[in-house]
């Protein structure tokens, strides 16, 4: 499991409440990712990040927002959680061009 | 329940059979791809890697095979056993292989049901 834990691992929520999922490794990975999976769609990039305070958008950020204070760390926020945003996300570590994932966090938002 | 997998194509194989998954990957400039396990549940699980200098890499009773002329990568699992029955996809590196621009495109999926 490349050492990436996820919290929550499963959350429900309402529409319009803030929600953070957080992402944590122990292997000192420069490289996190942010995905959500859904049924017909491979995994889509929300946010990445390559280093502390250091965050880029991807293809499906909107509604999105992330921070990373500190190396082993990665936030991902939804500021006001949408039916659209029921999904499971993943996080991810980079090493060379491979990436590894963590167990995931299942978001239902009613 | 997996929701991710409500409308994958699937493949059915016996145990003890061997099992071939396709895929076809869009970026003919794409020099790295990964074959993923994903189980019910779970996170993807790194399975197997190539790069387009190859035409094919062994693992622990996998094999993947990549044809660059028409873009498809394909998954071999031999022997196919009960604990194989997971969703597996592929992915693409579509950018540089190193630096912040290097990311990969990850394909829908297979799902491979293993029959007794």
């Known amino acids: 499991d490349a050492g990436i834990t996820q919290s929550p691992r499963h959350k429900v929520t309402e529409t319009g409440t803030p929600v953070t999922l957080r992402c944590h490794q122990t292997?000192?990975?420069?490289?996190m990712y942010w995905y959500r999976q859904d049924p017909g769609h491979g995994l889509r990039l929300i946010h990445y990040?390559?280093?502390?305070?250091?965050?880029d958008k991807g293809e499906v950020s909107d509604g999105y927002s992330v921070s990373r204070s500190k190396t082993e760390d990665f936030l991902l926020t939804l500021e006001s959680a949408t039916s659209s945003q029921t999904s499971v996300y993943f996080c991810?570590?980079?090493?060379?061009?491979?990436?590894?994932f963590g167990p995931g966090t299942r978001l239902l938002v009613l | 329940g997996e929701s991710v997998g409500l409308h994958l194509p699937t493949l059915s194989v016996q145990e003890g059979d061997n099992s071939i998954i396709n895929c076809a990957y869009s970026?003919?400039?794409?020099?790295?791809f990964i074959w993923y396990k994903q189980e019910s549940g779970k996170g993807p699980q790194f399975i197997i890697d190539?790069?387009?200098?190859?035409d094919k890499r062994q693992g622990q009773r996998v094999t993947v095979l990549l044809n660059k002329t028409v873009k498809h990568l394909s998954l071999q699992i031999a022997a196919t056993q009960p604990g194989d029955s997971a969703v597996y996809f592929c992915?693409?590196?579509?950018?540089?292989?190193?630096?912040?621009?290097?990311?990969?495109?990850f394909g829908t999926g297979t799902r491979l049901q293993v029959t007794l």
């Open positions: 292997e000192n990975h420069r490289y």
């Open positions: 970026n003919s400039a794409s020099d790295y």
């Open positions: 992915a693409e590196n579509t950018g540089p292989k190193t630096g912040t621009a290097s990311k990969l495109t």
């Open positions: 991810a570590i980079r090493t060379g061009e491979t990436q590894y």
């Open positions: 990040s390559y280093g502390v305070k250091d965050t």
């Open positions: 190539i790069r387009s200098n190859m």
